[in-house]
């Protein structure tokens, strides 16, 4: 796929296309696998392979055990743990005993996923409807606008607004209902 630095199993366990520091072959293939899938996603693929880690691992690993495990550079390492703490996916820990700081994967899959959709698609999808909102309203405003285009226009902001009720029930009870999306895009739909 262009755009993506998509590795296959075979090359993360050889340590082909893929940074596999001391990391077992099944670890560098897990890891690159939840990377390419972040990517994917339009994250940063060292944050699905940090936060993959963390996760397999079991264990909080400071930021310095991170850096060479999956041989990235200090400050790399800091900017991604520092975003991965801002969407929840990952948090720091310390014990007593330890000066340093560790940091923990979510383990909770679920609570994990609805963070980031709620800061991350709800937040847009607030966006895209108030521009088809004023898309709308200046559409209306200037009075020519053929009544066969204002209706498509209300259609997509229609289909805008049952995104946004999906995704705000997929948050609140970790169930997505896409009846009202697939209702809104059958309607008026041409049969054939």
């Known amino acids: 796929m262009k755009g993506y630095l998509w590795t296959s199993g075979v090359e993360a366990a ?3 296309g893929s940074s ?3 990391l077992a072959p099944w ?3 897990a890891i690159d696998a939840v990377g390419n899938v972040i990517e994917f996603w339009g994250f940063k693929r060292n944050q699905g392979r940090v936060w993959a880690l963390l996760f397999l691992r079991g264990e909080p690993l400071t930021a310095g055990e991170l850096e060479r495990e999956l041989e990235l550079s200090k400050g790399g390492v800091s900017m991604l743990l520092r975003d991965l703490e801002r ?3 990952v948090r720091r820990v310390r014990s007593p005993q330890d000066s340093a700081w560790r940091y923990a994967a979510e383990t909770d899959l679920i609570r994990m996923v609805s963070h980031v959709i709620e800061e991350r698609e709800a937040g847009f999808i607030e966006r895209i409807r108030a521009d088809l909102a004023e898309a709308h309203r200046l559409a209306v ?3 020519n606008v053929p009544r066969e285009h204002l ?3 209300e259609k997509m902001a ?4 049952h995104v946004e009720r999906a995704l705000r029930l997929f ?3 970790a169930r997505l209902d896409v009846g009202g999306i697939l209702g809104a895009l059958r309607e008026d739909s041409p049969r054939q």
């Open 87 to 89: 969407w929840g996916v």
């Open 141 to 143: 405003e200037t009075g």
């Open 151 to 153: 209706s498509r226009l």
């Open 158 to 161: 229609t289909l805008a607004e």
């Open 14 to 16: 050889r340590g082909e």
């Open 20 to 22: 596999n520091g001391h």
């Open 171 to 173: 948050i609140k009870t």
């Open 27 to 29: 670890e560098a293939i």
